[in-house]
C-alpha cells in the first residue's frame, strides 16, 4: 500500500470512528424512551422506570353512576381498615343509623356457623355504644349452656328504657352441615365430639316456631329478615363440591316453603379457612379422598363452595353478602386458620366489617 493510501484509510477510519462517539454520546445523553414498552431512565440523580398511561388504565376501576351493593374492596397499606371498591355502595352506619334501620326491620335472624356466631357478638358488642338513657339490651338464652357446646341459640333484644316496649330483636341459632347424609358424624367425631342437627334441620325449626310461637302461627307475619349461611362444617368434613352443591341444592327445595317465612332472605358466602393451623395429620388422613395431595382439606376449598352454591342463591332471589375477599386477604386475623379476632384499638375487623356489608345490603 503506497504513503497515499494509507494516509486515505486513517482518514477514512478516523471519521467513522468519531461519527460513532458522537452518536453514542448522544445516546447516552438523551436516551429515547418508547411509549410502547418499560424502559429505564438513568439520570445524574435518580432512577426512574416510566410505563405508558394506557398500562394503568387497564386495571383502573370503571367509574360508574350507579353504585351497587357488593362487597369488592382491599385493606390499606395500614392493614388496619378496609376500603370499600369505588364501585360498590358501602358506608360505615354509626350506632343510631343501625338502631333505626334495625327499628324498621323489628326481627332478624341469623342462622349460620362459628363466624356468623363471630358477628353476632360483634353486633351485640357494637350496640352496647347505644345511648344507655334511652335503650335497655338484653340476651335471652333459648339452651341450657351447663358443659361446653359450640351450640348456641339466643336473642339480642332492644328495648325503649321508658316505656319497656321493644324496639327490635335479632336471634342467632348455630347449624353445621348443610344436610345430614351417612357417615356424617363418624366423620366428624375424626376431629370434634359434637355431632349437631344440619343446617336444613335448624333453618325448619327455627323458621317455623319463629312463626308459630312468636306470631301465632300467622304466615301473614313473616320474619323481617333471614341471614343464613353453611359451608364450614362440610368443607372441614371433607365433603367434595359436588356433594356440598347436591345437598344445598336439596336443602334449598326441600324448604322452599321455609325460606317463604321470611320478607327478605340474605346468604352470606364461606369464609376463607387455613387447615394448615387447625388440621393435624390425623385429621387429614381420615378425610374422604378428593385428589393426591398429602392434606385432603385445601386453602381453595371455601372458594370452590362459594362459585358452586352462590349462583343458586342468585336464582332463588336471595340477597348476597359476599366475605371471600374480605376474609381472604388476611390469613393473620384468624389465630386457628376458622375464626377470626375481635376488633381492638380502633381496627377495622373481620367480623365488623362483615356486619356492616350485611347492614348495608338492608338498610341501603
Known amino acids: 500500500m503506497s504513503s497515499v493510501q494509507s494516509v486515505f484509510v486513517g482518514l477514512i477510519c478516523g471519521f467513522i470512528i468519531g461519527v460513532l462517539t458522537v452518536n453514542l454520546y ?8 418508547s411509549q410502547k414498552s418499560a424502559v429505564h431512565e438513568v439520570g445524574p440523580t435518580k432512577k426512574q422506570f ?7 388504565d387497564q386495571y383502573s376501576e370503571p367509574q360508574t353512576s350507579t353504585l351497587q351493593t357488593c362487597q369488592k374492596g382491599y385493606w390499606d397499606d395500614t392493614f388496619q381498615h378496609w376500603v370499600a371498591s369505588t364501585t360498590c355502595k358501602y358506608k360505615k352506619y354509626d350506632v343510631e ?52 357446646t359450640n351450640f348456641q341459640d339466643q336473642d339480642l333484644v332492644i328495648y325503649d328504657r321508658d316505656t319497656m316496649e321493644e324496639l327490635f330483636s335479632i336471634r342467632f341459632t348455630y347449624i353445621s352441615n348443610a344436610m345430614d347424609f351417612e357417615g356424617r358424624c363418624d366423620l366428624i ?35 323481617d329478615v333471614l341471614y343464613w ?22 336443602l334449598l327445595e326441600r324448604e322452599r316453603e321455609t325460606f317463604k317465612l321470611a320478607k327478605k332472605v340474605v346468604w352470606r358466602t364461606i369464609s376463607a379457612s387455613w387447615p394448615t393451623k387447625f388440621a393435624s395429620a390425623d385429621e387429614c388422613a381420615n378425610k374422604p379422598r378428593i385428589d393426591s395431595r398429602p392434606c385432603l382439606i385445601h386453602t381453595d376449598g371455601p372458594f370452590h363452595y362459594n362459585k358452586a352454591v352462590t349462583p343458586l342463591m342468585v336464582k332463588r332471589g336471595f340477597d348476597i353478602v359476599d366475605v ?5 386477604q388476611r390469613p393473620d386475623l ?3 386458620g376458622l375464626h377470626f379476632r375481635d376488633c381492638e384499638h380502633g381496627e377495622d375487623c373481620i367480623y365488623r366489617v362483615a356486619n356492616m356489608m350485611f347492614i348495608n345490603s338492608i338498610c341501603n
Open 26 to 33: 448522544s445516546l447516552l445523553a438523551h436516551p429515547h424512551v
Open 50 to 56: 416510566r410505563l405508558p398511561r394506557a398500562h394503568f
Open 97 to 148: 343509623e343501625v338502631s333505626l334501620c334495625f327499628q324498621k326491620h323489628k326481627r332478624i335472624v341469623y342462622i349460620g356457623d362459628s363466624v356468623h356466631r363471630g358477628m353476632f357478638w360483634d353486633l351485640v358488642d357494637f350496640l352496647k355504644a347505644l345511648n344507655p338513657a334511652r335503650y335497655v339490651q338484653k340476651i335471652k338464652k333459648r339452651f341450657k349452656e351447663v358443659h361446653f
Open 189 to 223: 367425631h375424626n376431629w370434634f365430639f359434637q355431632c349437631l342437627e344440619s343446617t336444613g334441620d335448624i333453618l325448619h325449626k327455627v323458621m317455623n316456631e319463629e312463626v308459630n310461637v312468636s306470631r301465632g302461627g300467622d304466615k301473614d307475619k313473616p320474619v
Open 229 to 250: 349461611n353453611t359451608g364450614i362444617w362440610d368443607f372441614r368434613t371433607g365433603l367434595p363440591v359436588k356433594y356440598f352443591k347436591g345437598n344445598v341444592s336439596a
Open 324 to 328: 371471600w375477599g374480605l376474609t381472604s
Open 334 to 336: 384468624s389465630h386457628d
